[in-house]
């Protein structure tokens, strides 16, 4: 999602924040994720570029690791304004997971 918005390798992982997040099923978590990190991204002024995420059933917890927005060095291209449920998708495939979305922009 942050590649949208800028390169990522311009993003560096300087600042830490933590997203907890809960839902029924992995698709609707999925979707509570990715609109918790844009949230932050919009309040904080961040992008961020490294992420970790734990889960526990319906249960969430993240770290999300970025820095605050520099205009000239990141020269953003959009502002991310959701995920949407269309083309929702989580599920493993081959031994990993794969997780996909439309985002608003």
């Avoid at 999602?1 to 997040?21: D, K, N």
């Avoid at 990190?37 to 992420?51: A, D, P, Q, V």
Wanted: glycine share 6%; aromatic share 8%; proline share 3%.
């Amino acid at each position: 999602m942050s590649a949208t918005v800028c390169e990522l390798g311009v993003i560096r992982a300087q600042e830490s924040i933590t997203i907890e997040c809960e839902a029924p099923d992995r698709e609707l978590l999925f979707v509570e994720w990715l609109n918790a990190l844009i949230y932050e991204m919009s309040t904080r002024r961040m992008l961020f570029s490294r992420f970790t995420v734990q889960l526990d059933g319906g249960q969430l917890q993240g770290r999300a690791w970025g820095e605050p927005v520099d205009r000239m060095r990141h020269e953003p291209a959009v502002e991310i304004k959701g995920a949407t449920y269309t083309a929702l998708r989580v599920a493993q495939q081959a031994g990993e997971w794969v997780a996909q979305t439309v985002v608003d922009v």
